[in-house]
């Protein structure tokens, strides 16, 4: 099939070009599976940190407000 596809003067070219394109992939690949496996840890942490926080239902309440010194407290550290 080469032969037919590729002039023999070619061939050689094509073939290194090949492999480099092969290589090229393979490093990709392996940059995607580290990619992936570092998303799974982090996934992990974000949960753990998730599972450690008060939901946010607890933390807001519509119907309270803020007094004056609260404010204050908020002002301050801004």
Wanted: hydrophobic share 40%; charged share 40%.
């Amino acid at each position: 099939m080469l032969e037919k596809r590729i002039p023999k003067r070619r061939q050689n070219i094509f073939i290194e070009e090949a492999i480099h394109a092969r290589f090229s992939i393979m490093e990709q690949e392996k940059a995607m599976r580290e990619l992936v496996q570092a998303n799974k840890i982090r996934d992990e942490e974000l949960e753990l940190i998730d599972a450690g926080l008060e939901h946010e239902e607890n933390i807001y309440h519509h119907d309270e407000y803020l007094n004056e010194d609260e404010m204050l407290d908020i002002d301050e550290v801004m």
